[in-house]
């Protein structure tokens, strides 16, 4: 919160000197709006050199303790990127309204008159920004000329390359971040469905080093991965602590072969057992409401539905039954009392005890 409250802070006092505008002050905040546009160019600077430090991480030649960036990892997040990109463009908005309307800077020979000002800041913004080269489809598509002439003047000439100059860098600066992830991923994701024996448990190593979004994405892949590959690709997942193994894979169960399915969810619960004090309570209502899905569909062999009913007791064994959330206990209780129904007289015994178990466990009234 305090982040993004950071981020709105020059638009903030801006407003509030706005508002007090009878009190006489010596400063314009508007130049507050270039500080705010300056930070996202930082963010996203910092989210690109974060990129190249983890592939460098991922191959051994940055050790984890002298990373320069270590403490910085929010940024790499896609919301963080997405965020910074959006207030960028609101900044750039800012400026044009502030050196017009504000500075009385004259910057346009002419320039979009819509009726509402601020729809033409905002259309100066995204002609004077890399997305200019959609602009003339939406004048096609409106019938209206809203190209902005800039004046030939110094004012107006760097007013202009400088917001184009700097959000063609973001752009391109978006582009290497996508490139950098995607050629990690794919990269990752085929070494290690290829290796084995040593060289799988050097691969291991070396994307447990990877940063978050590669490992979501390595799971994500198994299922579009070759069938020889996909029980590598599995154990691998497991073997890094891919704590998004068991809700994806539950997810994607459909699109495995039977013998694989069976597989999986037995490593899916491997991860679980293993690494149950990092699996919180969000964890575990995913990969339980994932579970849970796939145990409402009932389209299960013996074997596979006995794999995915232990998931889930070993899930409910790493968390507090009453901290899930009603909704999801009762999709729980409907999901194994069908399956309690559907089961042949001659099923297996051990199959029917654990769905009574989960039954028994989801319906108590106390710890």
């Given at each position: 919160?305090?982040?993004?409250?950071?981020?709105?802070?020059?638009?903030?006092?801006?407003?509030?000197?706005?508002?007090?505008?009878?009190?006489?002050?010596?400063?314009?905040?508007?130049?507050?709006?270039?500080?705010?546009?300056?930070?996202?160019?930082?963010?996203?600077?910092?989210?690109?050199?974060?990129?190249?430090?983890?592939?460098?991480?991922?191959?051994?030649?940055?050790?984890?303790?002298?990373?320069?960036?270590?403490?910085?990892?929010?940024?790499?997040?896609?919301?963080?990127?997405?965020?910074?990109?959006?207030?960028?463009?609101?900044?750039?908005?800012?400026?044009?309204?502030?050196?017009?309307?504000?500075?009385?800077?004259?910057?346009?020979?002419?320039?979009?008159?819509?009726?509402?000002?601020?729809?033409?800041?905002?259309?100066?913004?995204?002609?004077?920004?890399?997305?200019?080269?959609?602009?003339?489809?939406?004048?096609?598509?409106?019938?209206?000329?809203?190209?902005?002439?800039?004046?030939?003047?110094?004012?107006?000439?760097?007013?202009?390359?400088?917001?184009?100059?700097?959000?063609?860098?973001?752009?391109?600066?978006?582009?290497?971040?996508?490139?950098?992830?995607?050629?990690?991923?794919?990269?990752?994701?085929?070494?290690?469905?290829?290796?084995?024996?040593?060289?799988?448990?050097?691969?291991?190593?070396?994307?447990?080093?990877?940063?978050?979004?590669?490992?979501?994405?390595?799971?994500?892949?198994?299922?579009?991965?070759?069938?020889?590959?996909?029980?590598?690709?599995?154990?691998?997942?497991?073997?890094?602590?891919?704590?998004?193994?068991p809700k994806t894979?539950?997810?994607?169960l459909e699109s495995?072969?039977?013998?694989?399915?069976?597989?999986?969810?037995?490593?899916?619960?491997?991860?679980?057992?293993?690494?149950?004090?990092?699996?919180?309570?969000?964890?575990?209502?995913?990969?339980?409401?994932?579970?849970?899905?796939?145990?409402q569909q009932g389209?299960?062999?013996?074997?596979?539905?006995?794999?995915?009913?232990?998931?889930?007791?070993?899930?409910?064994?790493?968390?507090?039954?009453?901290?899930?959330?009603?909704?999801?206990?009762?999709?729980?209780?409907?999901?194994?009392?069908?399956?309690?129904?559907?089961?042949?007289?001659?099923?297996?015994?051990?199959?029917?005890?654990?769905?009574?178990?989960?039954?028994?466990?989801?319906?108590?009234?106390?710890?």
């Amino acid at each position: 919160i305090l982040w993004v409250l950071m981020n709105f802070l020059p638009l903030i006092i801006y407003a509030i000197a706005a508002h007090l505008n009878n009190v006489p002050v010596t400063i314009d905040f508007g130049y507050g709006f270039f500080i705010g546009a300056g930070f996202q160019v930082l963010v996203l600077t910092t989210s690109l050199f974060i990129m190249l430090e983890d592939d460098d991480a991922m191959n051994g030649l940055v050790a984890q303790k002298k990373r320069k960036f270590a403490g910085d990892r929010v940024a790499s997040r896609w919301s963080v990127i997405y965020f910074a990109t959006a207030m960028f463009f609101i900044y750039s908005v800012a400026i044009f309204y502030w050196a017009s309307e504000v500075a009385k800077i004259d910057l346009y020979v002419t320039r979009p008159d819509t009726g509402w000002f601020g729809i033409d800041y905002v259309l100066i913004a995204l002609w004077s920004l890399p997305s200019d080269f959609l602009m003339p489809f939406t004048d096609w598509v409106s019938g209206e000329n809203t190209k902005p002439v800039f004046q030939n003047t110094w004012s107006a000439w760097i007013c202009y390359n400088v917001i184009h100059g700097v959000g063609t860098y973001l752009v391109i600066n978006l582009i290497v971040i996508a490139a950098q992830q995607y050629l990690q991923l794919r990269r990752i994701v085929g070494e290690l469905g290829e290796a084995r024996g040593e060289e799988l448990r050097f691969l291991v190593e070396r994307a447990r080093r990877a940063p978050p979004i590669i490992r979501r994405g390595i799971v994500r892949r198994i299922a579009a991965a070759p069938i020889s590959q996909q029980r590598s690709l599995l154990s691998a997942a497991s073997e890094i602590g891919i704590f998004t193994l068991p809700k994806t894979f539950c997810h994607d169960l459909e699109s495995y072969a039977d013998e694989i399915r069976k597989f999986g969810l037995t490593q899916a619960s491997k991860l679980v057992r293993q690494r149950c004090d990092d699996f919180d309570i969000e964890r575990v209502e995913k990969a339980l409401s994932a579970a849970t899905y796939r145990l409402q569909q009932g389209k299960l062999s013996g074997d596979v539905k006995l794999a995915l009913v232990k998931l889930m007791t070993d899930i409910l064994d790493v968390s507090n039954p009453l901290l899930l959330s009603s909704n999801l206990r009762h999709r729980i209780l409907w999901g194994v009392s069908k399956a309690l129904d559907q089961l042949a007289p001659n099923a297996s015994t051990e199959l029917r005890d654990l769905l009574r178990a989960i039954r028994k466990g989801v319906m108590r009234k106390s710890v």
